[in-house]
């Protein structure tokens, strides 16, 4: 069935350098690629997503990069602040029939002072 | 708009009692979904539906029942707790308006449920 591969599952860095965090899906028809945040004890909230139409999407210090050939997407934070310490969440939404969202299982960004 | 919202926040239930988690939305949206999220891990689909009156298993439902008979609503039954069931819930709701669109998903609060 569908999946979705996080990398890594933890991830440390310091103050102001850049992180990425990168996603691998197996179902090429897979077409809405979203990344969600979750703050300690808080909900996942969307910060970010991106169609398969598109190869970029930059908001702010945030972007995620599609490529559709290889099946992987990533997402990038630069000028990392200690309010990015999270755990980072993508998802692929397949397009053969289901409505479920896959999730990967999670990164947690630690951003130290 | 409150978005989705979630009922109770926190619940200690005993071995063998029966609760149900409330969720509503009033963003109108068709497709609404049931989280379990164990402590340091990821999201785990129990239930989902794609309207009024349709229902279907996620990839842990044994132990949960649901309903959907509104579009607002979403209750999560739980019969006979186990302590396997330990967990945060979150419900979800996103709109879906083709079958190539597909569409944000918003986060309840969740509910913290903890089965002695």
């Known amino acids: 069935g569908e999946n979705v591969e996080q990398h890594p599952s933890t991830l440390s860095v310091q103050e102001g350098d850049s992180a990425v965090i990168k996603c691998t899906y197996s179902d090429s028809a897979s077409n809405y690629f979203p990344w969600y945040k979750q703050e300690l004890g808080k909900r996942p909230q969307l910060i970010i997503d991106?169609?398969?139409?598109?190869g970029e999407k930059k908001d702010q210090r945030i972007a995620v990069t599609l490529n559709k050939t290889a099946k992987h997407f990533s997402l990038h934070i630069t000028e990392t602040q200690p309010e990015d310490s999270a755990v980072y969440f993508c998802a692929a939404i397949p397009t053969s029939g289901t409505y479920k969202y896959i999730f990967g299982t999670g990164t947690r960004l630690k951003v130290l002072a | 708009n409150a978005g989705v919202t979630q009922t109770p926040k926190f619940r200690i239930l005993k071995i063998g009692q029966s609760m149900t988690l409330q969720c509503a939305q009033d963003m109108n949206h068709n497709y609404m979904y049931w989280y379990r999220q164990d402590p340091g891990m990821g999201l785990k689909l129990i239930y989902y539906s794609v309207g009024a009156g349709i229902t279907d298993k996620g990839e842990v439902p044994n132990g949960y029942n649901v309903s959907r008979s509104t579009t607002e609503d979403f209750p999560l039954r739980l019969e006979l707790a186990a302590p396997s069931q330990t967990s945060v819930y979150f419900c979800a709701s996103s709109h879906r308006v083709a079958v190539s669109s597909y569409n944000e998903q918003f986060f309840g609060p969740g509910t913290r449920l903890t089965v002695l």
């Open positions: 991106i169609r398969s139409n598109v």
